[in-house]
């Protein structure tokens, strides 16, 4: 077996190898342009002349060995499957060690925050989620929020890494909301469990999702709420995208659950953003990204969403109860 160049040395060389090894000639004359926006694995377009365009994703072990991603193999495997829905981008060529995938170029736009916001965008978005959720094999591997937001609180803890003064007067509410989620669940579906915009891009005919570092079976409204949480979505623009998700089986159960999980994935990658920066800041694939901003901000919009006059109702109709009367912000409910 041929070794890889070392990646200290001329990246384009360690680059051209591994298209080689996946079976892919890029020719002495392609362009290697690292794509900067992710925070974890080296991405890289590939540029060969005429057609011949690739995405190449080199995955770091430091990544999943921090809790901050599934493992290598799991991802690649996960990425397969989704690409057979015509979702995700077809995988073109792998390679073991280090583990690296060659995938299709998707000739389109990365969508932004502004562009969820048009409900005909969140529309395609929900198309998307569905085809993915719907039409694709299994997920070997499951994901839970509530599972991964305890790793990564015991992984602040364990290293000293910085967490919100109040994070753990949070998690009493915390439990609760796990516990309405998990009283009345929706079947599992393979879900992809980071759905910022930047992993949303538009091929001219449907909505595409890239990045399954995160990705696993998982309760699909997760992935409704996560869309919410990064888009930083309004209330009105929330059922937009539940509704077309949905569609005419949509309940108020339904958008409670979308907005639920909109608040533990803001509680859960709080503390993401302080393992990335705190254990793998020196590999960072954005070396500039501001992460004590990131978590601040998402922490300040979940405590918000817990203080809410309303969230106690939401409890109530996500785990399919019936909801007492309007109390004071925070109220919960007092039924079985």
């Known amino acids: 077996m041929t070794a890889a160049p070392d990646a200290s040395g001329n990246p384009e060389d360690l680059f051209a190898d591994l298209l080689v090894r996946a079976g892919i000639d890029p020719g002495p004359d392609a362009v290697y342009t690292p794509l900067t926006g992710g925070l974890s694995h080296r991405v890289v377009r590939v540029d ?70 048009r409900p005909a965008t969140l529309a395609r978005v929900a198309t998307a989620c569905r085809r993915l959720h719907g039409r694709s094999a299994r997920f070997a591997n499951d994901f839970d929020i509530f599972r991964k937001a305890e790793e990564l609180l015991g992984l602040c803890l364990r290293h000293g890494l910085p967490i919100p003064s109040d994070y753990t007067d949070r998690l009493p509410d915390l439990d609760e909301l796990e516990r309405a989620l998990a009283a009345d669940p929706l079947p599992a579906r393979p879900c992809h469990n980071d759905l910022l915009p930047a992993n949303l891009m538009d091929d001219g005919r449907a909505v595409r999702i890239v990045d399954y570092q995160l990705s696993g079976m998982n309760d699909p409204a997760f992935d409704l709420g996560d ?21 005419g089986e949509m309940t108020a159960r339904h958008l409670a659950r979308v907005r639920l999980h909109r608040i533990a994935s803001d509680i859960a990658w709080t503390l993401w953003f302080s393992v990335h920066h705190g254990l793998l800041a020196d590999s960072a694939a954005s070396p500039g990204f501001d992460y004590r901003a990131e978590a601040a901000g998402k922490w300040a919009r979940a405590v918000r969403a817990l203080d809410a006059d309303d969230f106690g109702r939401l409890l109530d109709r996500a785990a399919g109860r019936t909801a007492p009367p309007a109390g004071p912000a925070g109220a919960r409910s007092t039924g079985p």
């Open 227 to 247: 869309i919410a949480a990064e888009a930083e979505l309004p209330p009105d623009a929330v059922e937009i995208l539940a509704s077309a998700y949905f569609g």
């Open 48 to 117: 060969a002349g005429a057609d011949r365009r690739w995405i190449l994703r080199v995955l770091d072990p430091a990544v999943s060995a921090a809790g901050l991603g599934v493992p290598a193999w799991q991802e690649i495997d996960n990425t397969v499957l989704a690409a057979r829905t015509g979702v995700g981008p077809r995988v073109l060529g792998t390679v073991g060690q280090p583990a690296a995938m060659v995938l299709e170029f998707i000739d389109g736009a990365t969508l932004t925050a502004d562009d969820l916001g």
